[in-house]
């Protein structure tokens, strides 16, 4: 192939290989394609609340706010997120929307339950979702300092504290934190098998252990007992289904 020959080639493959790519970006199906895929690489970013946000939020619209992400996460449709982006946003405040007291089972990640993101949520963890001072200071500082509007106390199914409480096992400091879950044993009425083997007993006792959760946050703490008496905040039970990623409200 003599040198003028080779040029041709060349400069004929170049100007096709512009050609193509100019046809890719005019084609709007591509650009639409395009955009699709660097929208979910980069994620959406959710606006970080502000105090006057907060401020302007009923309980009401916590609970359905946090019922419509719970909906996203049983149907796979969580909301992408640039991470990096909010936690920028949001290292000089925070006001969060609620406070949600769960079990420290690595099975109910909370804030992908409710589709939320940095800066939306308080969570407290412990064995059993517990009340404890610790977990009544945290609340106390979560509605009456940082203005929360929602007290959510989650409980799920296959509880392990609970069926250790059920069982009556003792091991460590495990024995004086069971204690706190055996009145919601008691509370149960029930004429089966009360053993941690029958699963209708447990969800029955998972459930008492949310609203036993609950009364001790009214009894043990007047700041968030007269919060609620005045309809500044809203104190909730929720159960989370292993199943199916449902959070099923107990009010």
């Known amino acids: 192939m003599n040198r003028k020959i080779k040029f041709v080639v060349i400069a004929f493959t170049f100007f096709s290989i512009i050609a193509c790519n100019q046809e890719k970006k005019s084609n709007p199906a591509n650009e639409k394609e395009f955009i699709e895929k660097n929208k979910q690489m980069k994620g959406l970013v959710e606006e970080v609340l502000t105090k006057e946000q907060q401020d302007a939020l009923k309980s009401d619209e916590v609970i359905k706010i946090l019922k419509e992400g719970n909906v996203r996460f049983t149907n796979n449709d969580l909301t992408a997120r640039n991470h990096s982006k909010q936690v920028r946003n949001s290292a000089y405040g925070q006001y969060p929307k609620a406070i949600v007291l769960s079990c420290i089972d690595s099975r109910v990640p909370v804030e992908d339950v409710f589709d939320k993101g940095i800066g939306d949520l308080f969570v407290a ?127």
């Not at 495990?174 to 204690?179: F, N, P, V, Y």
């Not at 083997?197 to 007047?222: A, G, T, W, Y």
């Open 125 to 251: 963890r412990n064995a059993g979702n517990i009340i404890n001072v610790d977990v009544l200071g945290g609340m106390e500082f979560a509605c009456k300092v940082s203005g929360a509007k929602l007290i959510l106390v989650l409980g799920h199914e296959h509880c392990g504290a609970v069926k250790a409480a059920i069982d009556n096992v003792e091991l460590g400091n495990i024995t004086a934190m069971l204690e706190k879950i055996k009145p919601a044993v008691d509370d149960v009425v029930y004429e089966g098998e009360r053993t941690s083997k029958n699963l209708d007993f447990v969800h029955m006792v998972c459930d008492s252990n949310v609203n036993n959760s609950i009364e001790q946050i009214r009894i043990n703490s007047p700041i968030l007992k007269e919060m609620e008496d005045k309809g500044e905040i809203k104190i909730v039970g929720a159960y989370y289904n292993m199943d199916t990623g449902k959070a099923e409200w107990l009010q």
